[in-house]
């Protein structure tokens, strides 16, 4: 079984910084594509960025140029920094992957719980 255990997020001014995390927990062999969605209140769930096993990168262009998502494969891990926050990026914010090879699976679509990031004007 494999669980995304998500960490970091809470409540920052606008202008300010933050950084979420997810990992992957349990034995895996492989991980496809990582990557971070949210869902504001009221609306639905958006992309934010995504990345491949090789580092590539992907945006949503509202956070281009202010958050960087990065991914460290020895650790099944996927990291989002978040700068210049603005209060219309408060949302929930979801670790998703696309594909993880297991000893015994190959699971499809995994998501974290979510954690909840909230910025004040």
């Known amino acids: 079984q494999v669980e995304l255990v998500e960490s970091g997020g809470g409540l920052v001014q606008a202008g300010e910084s933050l950084s979420v995390s997810c990992v992957a927990s349990?034995?895996?062999?492989?991980?496809?594509?990582m990557g971070w969605y949210r869902r504001a209140p009221g609306k639905q769930r958006e992309l934010v960025a995504t990345?491949?096993?090789?580092?590539?990168?992907e945006y949503a262009d509202d956070v281009k140029g202010r958050f960087t998502i990065s991914r460290d494969n020895g650790k099944n891990a996927v990291y989002l920094q978040m700068n210049s926050l603005k209060p219309e990026d408060t949302a929930v914010y979801y670790c998703?992957?696309?594909?993880?090879?297991?000893?015994?699976?190959?699971?499809?679509?995994?998501w974290g719980q979510g954690t909840l990031v909230t910025v004040s004007s």
């Open positions: 990345i491949t096993g090789g580092q590539s990168t």
């Open positions: 998703y992957v696309d594909s993880v090879v297991t000893p015994r699976d190959r699971l499809r679509g995994v």
């Open positions: 349990g034995i895996i062999y492989s991980i496809g594509v």
